[in-house]
């Protein structure tokens, strides 16, 4: 793999994840923008990212954000937001992001969850969380950027021995709780950047979680491994088909029209 430093957007700076993708990045060789509502809130942030400010949940604050760069992590989350934060956070962050980019062509990586296909859990039902973040999945599939899809297992909720990274296809795990699968934030984060300057990672969609056994130092085989999606599809390979298009709300199909089409 040869290496490239890019400018790297990081969406979701301030959150869990986010901080550690800024601190990543920075440590692999980029130069990170990290996007942040308000400057009060960049604070802790390392020195070396440049914050800029926008509204994830308003396409027109986000120009600056994207100006000129490479890349982009996206890490956000709604966070209690009940559905409207799901629609307009989880969902709307993809869009309006892509909306701004209007077609530079910038690497994406996309952190979602583990169960993302999962319509019929308790949880989805209440929050139509899932829902909303495999909408956010198709937008970036139908783009036709570069991309790679991180469908994290449960945050943290590995034991220390658990480092040994396995990547799922088809997103069959629902139980809805850590017996699906569990990861290190650290991991995902060293995952999200290293895909960003991965062929192999270019249009997979994959589940991440942690079994026993050491990290492995080199991602690209397990990259390499993975089934591509396939191109022009907008769910990932193997995932179960139980969201049809013609089913979906109008505006988000017009999304999926505009996006595609730019
Ligand atoms: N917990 C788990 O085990 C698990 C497993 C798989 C997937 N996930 C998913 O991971 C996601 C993110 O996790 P996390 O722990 O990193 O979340 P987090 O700590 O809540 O961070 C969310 C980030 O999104 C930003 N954000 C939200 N609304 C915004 C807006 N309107 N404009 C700009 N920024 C906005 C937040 O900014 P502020 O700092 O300004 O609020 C923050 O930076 C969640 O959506 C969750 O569904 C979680």
Known sequence: MNATNMTVLVVG??????????????RQGHAV?????DLGRARGLPQEAQAVVGDLTRAETLAPAVEGIDAVVFTHGSNGGGKSG?????????RNVLRALAGRPVRIALMTAIGVTNREGAYNRSTQIHDWKRRGERLVRASG??????RPGWF????????????????TRHAGDPSDGVIARQQIAE?????????AARAKTFELVAERGPAQK????LFAALETDAADAIDAVRDTDNMP????????RADLEMLSAG
Do not use: C, F, K
């Open 13 to 26: 700076a301030t959150g869990s994840i986010g901080r550690l993708v800024v601190a990543e990045a920075l």
């Open 33 to 37: 923008r990290a996007l942040v509502r």
């Open 86 to 94: 799901a629609e307009q956070v989880d969902y709307g962050a993809v």
């Open 145 to 150: 950027l570069p991309y790679t899809i991180v």
């Open 156 to 171: 943290d909720y590995n034991e220390p021995d658990q480092r040994r990274m396995v990547l799922l296809q088809g997103d």
């Open 191 to 199: 995952v999200l950047v290293h895909s960003l300057n991965s062929e």
């Open 218 to 221: 080199n991602l690209e085989p």
């Open 245 to 252: 298009l013609m089913g979906e709300p109008a505006q988000v």
